[in-house]
């Protein structure tokens, strides 16, 4: 039986390919960092994407945290690993409070290291 933590990243992934995403890793790991998705988006940036998730509706949708320095080693990591060239790199968080067993409330923070406008 799937996890609600798999069923929930499910969703993220469909999500994220219904928004125009080409989701290239799924669960990316490098020593004690990972990231649940690495995606190209409709303008070939590469987006590094990481999910967080709750099942308590009275706590909301999950506090976004970011941490710019497991970010850019994850991202460093990647791109030496990768025959990537130069290409602009982005953090994104998605949000999900499970509501039920197949819905799901979901925020995108697009470019989640830049201060909110």
Not at 6 to 12: I, L, S, T, V, Y
Request: charged letters at 30%; one cysteine or more.
């Amino acid at each position: 039986m799937e996890t609600t933590n798999a069923r929930a990243k499910r969703g993220a992934r469909r999500y994220l390919e219904l928004k125009g995403y080409e989701v290239l890793e799924d669960g990316w790991c490098h020593g004690h960092d990972s990231i649940d998705f690495v995606a190209e988006d409709e303008d070939g940036t590469l987006v590094f994407i990481d999910c967080q998730l709750s099942e308590d509706a009275g706590a909301g949708i999950p506090e976004e945290k970011p941490d710019r320095k497991a970010f850019e080693r994850i991202a460093a990591a990647y791109l030496a690993a990768s025959d990537t060239e130069s290409v602009e790199v982005r953090y994104d968080i998605v949000g999900m409070l499970l509501i039920g067993d197949s819905r799901a409330l979901l925020r995108h923070h697009i470019n989640a290291l830049s201060p909110l406008g």
